[in-house]
C-alpha cells in the first residue's frame, strides 16, 4: 500500500514536469492537452475518491509549483481528483470490459471538464472575450486531455484496469 | 460522539476535498507572501534551468556566440539610442535635458529568453538573469525594437517576465508628434494590437504616430518605443485607439533589462494617489 503510494506520487511529480516541459509547448490555439488529470483520474478509478483527491493536491501543489500559480492549480487538481473519484471501480467488482472503459472515459471527461472550468473562472491570461475563453481553456482543453485520455487506456491503462 | 465519528467516516472524503479546498484557498489568498513567493522562485529557477538546457540545443544551431555578441551591441546601441532621442525630444528645455542624463539607464542587461508561455493557462516569459545579474522586480524589458514587459519575479539567476501581451499589463505612454499621453493595455483579441486608453477627445492623435514610454512610467524608462497607431475611432468619451505593438513576441529570443527601477517614492506618491482617486472616482487609472 505504502509502496504503491510512493510509486504514485513519483509518478504524478514526473508527469507534472513532461507536462511543463513537453505537452504545454503543443499548444494549438492556446490549447492542450493534461497529461496530469489523466493520471489523477486513472489513480481516483483505480483507489478511489478519498485517494483521487489527496492524489489530485498533490499533483497541483507540483504543478503550481512549476507553474507559478500555486494555488489556482491546487484548487482545480482536487476537485479533479474528487471528481473522478465517483467513478472508481473497486477491486472486487464484476464490471465488464466496456463497463470499466465507460466509467473511466466518463470520469476523464468530467474531471477535466471541471477542472477546467475551475481554472477558467479564476484566470483569463490571454484577455479573451468570455465565450472564446470558455471554448480554448474549457472546450478545447477538455477535448484534448479526452483524445489523450482515449489514447492512454488503449495503450497503458487498459490492461491494469480490466484486470483489476 | 459515536454519530460525529460516525459523519465523519461516512463523510471523510468531502471533508477531505474540504480541507484541501481549503488550503488551495489559503494558497490563493497568500500567494504574495515571501516564503510562498520565495517558493515559487525556487520552481522557476528550476523549471528556468531545465527550459534553458532544452533551449541551448536549438540555441548552438544557431550560433549562439554570435547571437550574444550582437545583442551586447544592440544593448549599447539602443543605450545611445534612447538618450538621443530623448535629447531631441527634450533639447528645447534645458531642465528636462538634465534630467533625462541623472536619469538616463547607465547600463542594460542582455539577457535571453529561456522559456515562453503564450497560452490559456500562462503568458509569461523567463529569461536567464536573475538577481545575481542585477535584476530587480518591476524593470522594464526591451528589445531594440521596443518594450517587451516587466519583470514581476526574480530568483538567483532567472527571471519571470510579464509580457505587454497580457492581460494585466499596463504602461503610460506618450505620443511622439502630439505629445498625446495615455494608458497601454493589451484587449486581447490579436498578439500584435494592443489599445491606448483614457484619451480624451480634445487631444490629438493621428494614425502612424509613434509612441513611447512615457515620464509617469514607475518602471519603464522615459522613451522606449512601444508601437504605433494604427486605427483611432471617437467615443462618448475617450478615443478608442489601436496600436500595434513594436516587438514581434514570437520571435524573441534576446531581450535587455533595463537596470533602472521606479524611484520608490514617487510609486508611493502614485499609490497613494491611486488609492485616493479609488475613493472618488469611479473610472480610475491603474498603476502602471
Known sequence: MFRNTVTHIVLLIALCFVQQYVVSRLAIFGAFPDIVTIYIVFAAVRHGQKQGTTYGFIAGLATGTLGGNLGIETLSKTIEGFVAGYFDIPEDSHASALQKKRRYYKAAFLASITGRTVYALMVNVLSLPIPWHIIYSVGLATLFTFIAAVLAYQLFFKKILVNN | ????????????????????????????????????????????????????????????????????????????????????????????????????????????????????????????????????????????????????????????????????????????????????????????????????????????????EKLYTADFSTFALRGIPVGKIVKVVPEKRFYRIHVQLSVDFSALTHVLVAKKIADPEKVELMRGAADNSESSLQESTPLN
Open chain 2, 1 to 208: 460522539m459515536t454519530k460525529l465519528i460516525k459523519f465523519f467516516s461516512s463523510n471523510n472524503a468531502y471533508l477531505l476535498l474540504l480541507f484541501y479546498c481549503g488550503v488551495a484557498g489559503i494558497l490563493i489568498k497568500y500567494q504574495d507572501v515571501y516564503s510562498l513567493q520565495n517558493l515559487l522562485s525556487r520552481g522557476t529557477e528550476l523549471r528556468a534551468v531545465l527550459s534553458q538546457q532544452i533551449s541551448n540545443i536549438s540555441l548552438y544551431l544557431s550560433l549562439q556566440k554570435e547571437n550574444e555578441k550582437l545583442t551586447l551591441q544592440n544593448s549599447a546601441l539602443l543605450a545611445k539610442v534612447i538618450q538621443q532621442g530623448n535629447t531631441l525630444r527634450e533639447s528645447v528645455s534645458t531642465y528636462h535635458t538634465a534630467s533625462f542624463i541623472t536619469d538616463n539607464p547607465g547600463s542594460i542587461i542582455p539577457a535571453r529568453v529561456v522559456e515562453r508561455r503564450f497560452n490559456t493557462r500562462e503568458n509569461l516569459l523567463i529569461i536567464n538573469a536573475g538577481s545575481k545579474q542585477g535584476i530587480e522586480k518591476d524593470m522594464a524589458v526591451l528589445t531594440p525594437d521596443g518594450l517587451v514587459g516587466r519583470v514581476i519575479q526574480v530568483s538567483n539567476n532567472y527571471a519571470k517576465v510579464m509580457p505587454v501581451i497580457h492581460s494585466e499589463f499596463n504602461v503610460s505612454v506618450v505620443s511622439d508628434s502630439n505629445n498625446t499621453h495615455g494608458i497601454l493595455r493589451w484587449g486581447g483579441n490579436q498578439e500584435q494590437i494592443a489599445q491606448m486608453h483614457y484619451v480624451p477627445l480634445s487631444s490629438s492623435v493621428l494614425v502612424e
